[in-house]
């Protein structure tokens, strides 16, 4: 066991300690080559120094008009300017100190990661907390696909180079098809961790919370389709794994009427109804194509275990237990935002798989979509049956008007129409130009 992993998962692990364990790492797995990015600090240096096996070099990139500590015993310091020509052509612990904002953290890692040992070299980031700067410039760099996050005790924030591209698994599936409870019973595995419920007009690329091997993906159709995720994530180095779920669009489409997702709009993220089920016969017909893995929703409802026993066996992933009693909670999940409302209520209730099903379909399931309505009428005939659609009535039109789009227009346009009254203000409108001036350039010109 590695010095880091050996303390990666204890609790109370403080930042220092996963550092100087980053360090041991450093000089046990390679040749002890540490660069420090940014401010370097007596403390950080000390916790560095405390892992290493002596000899040992630490290669300070220092930033214009930092102060240099004094070097600890035994460790040998390499000081770099702006001009890295001279710095090591392979690199065992990259250390990103705190301080510095996300275009830095991007043009740091974008710089040094691909001098980093191919074969389990190291880097660490400070300051490293969801929604701030620095996780915005580690997303914007960093290639998930070969790296793994190995310890992130507080505010450090610790990844491991793979030697070979990791695995992802990903699922899709229309809105209410069910792709939400398989995606929860996967997720709860030991070996994956991932994505819940990808927000339908974005596409995941920060996995720094995901510590299992195999990373997991669940995408609404609509935005996107499925192929095109897979296309894109494969592109990227993933090594891609491909789940569709199905169900009977008359179910499907029935089920989003009256929700809020299953607006139908005319925005990319209120995509209409009937591009939606068009998408989804697209990604069911390169499924069948493509031999992609295909768990079909009353398939499952019907058989809940026999059914995800034999989609594991054909994703060649063993059987997991916790993928029936669920002992994760939400909060457990790297990214659990999202989720079908009814799911997250039934599963609240029942908190396990076959107990939630039953209570499901006791509620009496998803009300089917009359064939009466227009837009469903034609995707059924048009994307299950086949058949001709020219004698049916054509599509209505589709609004823009409360889709979330214009609902975030009009917001918009309230805030900026109070920002002017403050504005206009004969104490507040003053002070609000003084802070844009000596503050926040930034800041909306409120006059």
Known sequence: MSPLAAIAGLPGTTDRAALSAAARHAGAAGAGVIVVVGKPRVDLLAALADGLVEPARIVLHVLAGAALPAAPAGIEIVTLDDDVGDAPPRVDLLVVTAGLGADAIRDTLTHWLPRLHEDGGLVAVEDHVDGHEVAAGVSEAVPFAWYQQVARPHRLLVLRRQREARRLVLCGGMQSSGSS???????????????????????????????????????????????????????????????????????????????????????????????????????????????????????????????????????????????????????????????????????????????????????????????????????????????????????????????????????????????????????????????????????????
Not at 208 to 226: D, N, S
Not at 328 to 333: C, G
Not at 360 to 366: P, S
């Open 181 to 447: 409870l398989v995606s929860w019973c996967f997720l709860q595995r030991g070996d994956m961790d991932g994505v819940y419920d990808l927000h339908n007009p974005l596409i995941q690329q920060d996995f720094a919370a995901v510590r299992t091997a195999i990373a997991w993906v669940k995408m609404t159709i609509g935005a996107f389709r499925l192929d095109e995720l897979v296309a894109f994530y494969t592109a990227q180095g993933w090594q891609v794994s491909t789940l569709l779920v199905t169900r009977g669009l008359a179910d499907v489409l029935g089920s989003l009427r009256g929700k809020d997702y299953g607006f139908d709009g005319s925005t990319s993220d209120d995509p209409p109804l009937y591009l939606r089920a068009r998408r989804y016969a697209a990604d069911l017909a390169r499924a069948r194509e493509a031999g992609w893995v295909i768990l079909d929703y009353e398939a499952l409802c019907a058989a809940p275990v026999a059914s995800l026993q034999a989609t594991c066996a054909a994703l060649d992933l063993p059987w997991d237990e916790a993928m029936t009693h669920w002992p994760k909670a939400l909060e457990d999940i790297a990214y659990p935002g999202g989720g079908s409302p009814t799911l997250n209520a039934t599963r609240g209730q029942a908190g396990a798989l076959v107990d939630t099903v039953r209570r499901y379909e006791a509620r009496g399931g998803a009300s089917s979509a009359p064939v009466t309505d227009p837009v469903i009428a034609r995707a059924i005939a048009a994307f299950e049956h086949g058949t001709d659609t020219a004698s049916l009535p054509p599509l209505p039109p589709v609004p823009y008007r409360d889709s979330h789009r214009h609902r975030l227009e009009r917001e918009l346009a309230e805030a900026r129409r109070d920002l002017a009254r403050l504005g206009r203000h004969p104490v507040f409108g003053p002070l609000l130009r003084l802070w844009r001036r000596l503050v926040n350039r930034d800041f909306p010109d409120c006059s």
